[in-house]
T-cell receptor
């Protein structure tokens, strides 16, 4: 069965520091992968998606993610974090029938 | 106005009550979904619908039912609410095709006492 693992429940980084959020997936075929961000009191907003092609994908708000098939990973990165990036981040894999399987989420705290 | 609107945004109710959460969308999407979010568990799919005549159970459908009243409306009901259904509920929509991003409403925070 498809699954997504986000190993880090919480991450704290200093403002201006780089960020990497980890995501590992389990899926038998070529995966369709997504990163979403949830700010407090709001729904999920799509940051970026990987369907095929270039393994480094660019998203909104300066985020990027790299698909590594050999490691079954799709880690999210940002070179310089801003205080407004504090939120919860979800990695998800798309399954047949356009259903999403989500990871448990990683809460990002940004310290000034 | 939001593309995906959920009502109510917050609800507190008692065990055994019937509750309906509503979702409407202006994106013109055929596909609609209901998820619940619990801390440490991410989002889990309750029900989904690919068109007005198509309703499918998700991962955790027990204790829930849905109605697709129109292309733009998809409601979730708890026939007899129980405390472990306390959660944050999200509606989402997507376009057709193989795999499309889903677009989420702002959620309904439901507390069952």
């Amino acid at each position: 069965a498809q699954s997504v693992t986000q190993p880090d429940i919480h991450i704290t980084v200093s403002e201006g520091a780089s960020l990497e959020l980890r995501c590992n997936y389990s899926y038998g075929a070529t995966p369709y992968l997504f990163w979403y961000v949830q700010s407090p009191g709001q729904g999920l907003q799509l940051l970026l998606k990987y369907f095929s092609g270039d393994t480094l994908v660019q998203g909104i708000k300066g985020f990027e993610a790299e698909f590594k098939r050999s490691q079954s990973s799709f880690n999210l990165r940002k070179p310089s974090v801003h205080w407004s990036d504090a939120a919860e981040y979800f990695c998800a894999v798309g399954t047949p029938g356009n259903k999403l399987v989500f990871g448990a989420g990683t809460i990002l705290r940004v310290k000034s | 106005d939001a593309d995906v609107t959920q009502t109510p945004r917050n609800r507190i109710t008692k065990t055994g009550k019937r509750i309906m959460l509503e979702c409407s969308q202006t994106k013109g999407h055929d596909r609609m979904y209901w998820y619940r979010q619990d801390p440490g568990l991410g989002l889990r799919l309750i029900y989904y619908s690919f068109d007005v005549k198509d309703i499918n159970k998700g991962e955790i459908s027990d204790g829930y039912s849905v109605s697709r009243q129109a292309q733009a409306k998809f409601s979730l009901s708890l026939e007899s609410a129980i405390p472990n259904q306390t959660a944050l509920y999200f509606c989402a929509t997507s376009g057709g095709g193989m795999i499309q991003p889903q677009h989420f409403g702002d959620g309904t925070r439901l507390s069952i006492l």
